[in-house]
């Protein structure tokens, strides 16, 4: 069993940015894929980054590219999400998800095992 704990969201203006942060729980993180997923009012749960279990390989979708970033450290058992230019439409409650072991980099919500309990996002315009 892998725990979740995400922190770091808030209230920011266009522009400007955040860093969200998950804790994991258990020995195996870095076996794990990560991912982080967000859901705004109304709208179905997204992926907006992806990182494979070594930190290597990372995936964004179009609409996060060039302004958000996935990391890891898996000496910390961390994943982190640095959002930058952020813009009112990325509003949302942010999830940290992990797969089970494995190599691949994961980007559809069905194929993550564990979740955070979300933390939320406001951008003001």
């Known amino acids: 069993q892998v725990q979740l704990v995400e922190s770091g969201g808030g209230l920011v203006q266009t522009g400007g940015s955040l860093r969200l942060s998950c804790a994991a729980s258990?020995?195996?993180?870095?076996?794990?894929?990560m991912g982080w997923f967000r859901q705004a009012p109304g709208k179905e749960r997204e992926y907006v980054a992806a990182i494979s279990w070594s930190g290597g390989s990372t995936y964004y979708p179009d609409t996060v590219k060039g302004r958000f970033t996935i990391s890891r450290d898996n000496a910390k058992n961390t994943v982190y999400l640095q959002m930058n230019s952020l813009k009112p439409e990325d509003t949302a409650v942010y999830y940290c998800a992990a797969t089970g072991p494995t190599r691949a980099v994961l980007v559809t919500t069905g194929e993550y095992r564990y979740w955070g309990q979300g933390t939320q996002v406001t951008v003001s315009s």
């Open positions: 258990g020995r195996t993180f870095s076996t794990y894929g």
